[in-house]
């Protein structure tokens, strides 16, 4: 089992950055491929970002290609969303997922979740 806590959401304007962490305890990262939700208001909960075990695959929502960049620290059990270029529709709460393999991009196929970072965009 693990725990997953994210951190580093906040207020930006249209055009900055943030960098969202996810930490985690329990077993170790390694253990796990990490994804990267979002949940917007009144919407549904939707992918964002995948990576692998090891960090040698990744796959990216159409939506923040290019803008968003995820990456991993097995050594510090920390998975790490890098937004660039942030839009105000971006606007979401953050969550990110383990599982022992890539699920997939539905929210339902994860075990582990976090309790989420709210991000908010302005315009």
């Known amino acids: 089992q693990v725990q997953l806590v994210e951190s580093g959401g906040g207020l930006v304007q249209a055009g900055g950055s943030l960098r969202l962490s996810c930490a985690a305890s329990?077993?170790?990262?390694?253990?796990?491929?990490m994804t990267w939700f979002r949940q917007g208001p009144g919407k549904e909960r939707e992918f964002v970002a995948a990576?692998?075990?090891?960090?040698?695959?990744?796959n990216y929502a159409d939506s923040v290609e290019g803008r968003f960049t995820i990456s991993r620290d097995n050594a510090k059990n920390t998975v790490i969303l890098q937004m660039n270029s942030l839009k105000p529709e971006d606007t979401a709460v953050y969550y990110c997922a383990a599982d022992v393999m890539y699920r997939g991009r539905s929210p339902a196929a994860y075990t582990y979740w976090g309790q989420g970072t709210q991000v908010t965009v302005s315009s």
């Open positions: 329990g077993r170790t990262s390694s253990s796990y491929a």
């Open positions: 990576i692998s075990r090891y960090g040698s695959s990744t």
